[in-house]
Nanobody, 124 residues
Framework: QVQLVESGGGSVQAAGSLRLSCAAS????????MGWFRQAPGKEREGVAV???????YYAASVKGRFTISKDSAKNTLYLQMNSLKPEDTAMYYC??????????????????WGQGTQVTVSS
């Protein structure tokens, strides 16, 4: 049974930083693609950053240069380092996994497994 458990969310002022973690069990982070997605109230879930089994990454234009996705195979954990946070980054953040392949798709429907989410709130 695959479980993805996010942590690290919280409240921060604009220009601050947070690091999100996603601990995986029943799934090996190096075996496929993983991504971070977010959903603000009244909006659709959107891709933030993805990383494939080879470590290639892709970012949404809105976060490129501010966020960094990474993974630690020894800890079987996915990370999202978020710097220079803006109020518009406020959302529930989810990690997701897509077994196999090298895809860097940002489409939520392409991911098989999801965590429960962690809230990020950025105040101005």
């Amino acid at each position: 049974q695959v479980q993805l458990v996010e942590s690290g969310g919280g409240s921060v002022q604009a220009a601050g930083s947070l690091r999100l973690s996603c601990a995986a069990s029943g799934y090996t982070v190096r075996s496929g693609s993983m991504g971070w997605f977010r959903q603000a109230p009244g909006k659709e879930r959107e891709g933030v950053a993805v990383i494939n089994m080879f470590g290639n990454t892709y970012y949404a234009a809105s976060v490129k240069g501010r966020f960094t996705i990474s993974k630690d195979s020894a800890k079987n954990t996915l990370y999202l380092q978020m710097n220079s946070l803006k109020p518009e980054d406020t959302a529930m953040y989810y990690c997701a996994a897509r077994p196999g392949g090298v895809s860097l798709t940002m489409s939520p429907g392409s991911y098989n497994y999801w965590g429960q989410g962690t809230q990020v709130t950025v105040s101005s």
